[in-house]
């Protein structure tokens, strides 16, 4: 079973109430949100207020993907503001097992990512502490780049490991230039749950475009 995580980061930020309620009405899974902070990725999006604002707007499980340095200090505002999920960078986490059980305490799933040059290795010490692996796809800061091919690779290094380890309710997270194409080949891999940005927002039909990467990833 795959998990479709729709980004926010392409949708209408003028009303993003409806474009949430559009896209759990046409068959997503999850809402994927994109914090970034404009140091630890060139750009800058949106905070715990946004999620706080589109809380009552879906039933769904909100995934929060925190772009940004020091993140520890903002885990608990997150939580509060109705993050189910939220992911951290192990490149800027130097007390990752603190953090990761940090988010858990503050009664979230705790999400690791890992950029596209962050091998696999450096996580291997906290699996325990872990509920999801989010593997970059692209280089994070902006939607609508190019799927980077080599990471497949290490999908299947992390599907093996965790098979290795007996921890297979670890979910595996892409991010970045999922399309049905790639959908198809992050799943193979061992992906189980797609962002997708542009591929579902950026799309007239919302519905025939999470069908078609649903259709290509359980294929
Ligand atoms: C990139 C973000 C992604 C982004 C994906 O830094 O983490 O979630 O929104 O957008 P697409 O699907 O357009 O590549
Ligand atoms: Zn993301």
Redesign the pocket.
């Known amino acids: 079973m795959i998990t479709l995580a729709p980004?926010i980061?392409?949708a209408d930020f003028a009303c993003l109430g409806e474009e949430i309620s559009e896209v759990e009405q046409a068959g997503a899974d999850w809402i994927?949100v994109?914090v970034m902070d404009g140091r630890f990725?060139p750009n800058l999006t949106m905070g715990p207020l946004v999620v706080e604002a589109i809380r009552p707007h879906t039933k769904l499980p909100l995934d929060v993907?925190l772009?940004i340095e020091q993140p520890d200090q903002m885990i608990p505002t997150f939580a509060r503001a109705g993050a189910d999920w939220i992911t951290v960078h192990q490149e800027v986490c130097p007390h990752l097992h603190r953090t990761l059980a940090f988010i858990r305490e503050q009664g979230a799933k705790a999400g690791v990512a890992l950029n596209p040059a962050t091998p696999v290795a450096t996580i291997e010490p906290v699996l325990d502490e872990v509920d999801m692996i989010l593997l970059?796809t692209?280089n994070?800061?902006?939607?609508?780049?190019a799927f980077i091919p080599a990471v497949t690779r290490k999908i299947a290094q992390t599907a093996r490991l965790l098979q290795e380890r007996g921890l297979t309710d670890v979910k595996i997270e892409v991010?970045?230039?999922?399309n049905h194409d790639t959908a198809r080949t992050t799943a193979a891999a061992g992906a189980t749950v797609l962002?997708?940005?542009?591929?579902v927002f950026a799309q007239p039909d919302r519905r025939q475009a999470l069908t078609a990467i649903r259709t290509a990833a359980e294929a």
Request: hydrophobic letters at 45%.
């Open positions: 980004s980061l392409a994927h994109d990725v993907h772009m970059m692209v994070p800061g902006f939607g609508g780049q991010d970045g230039g999922i962002v997708a940005g542009s591929a």
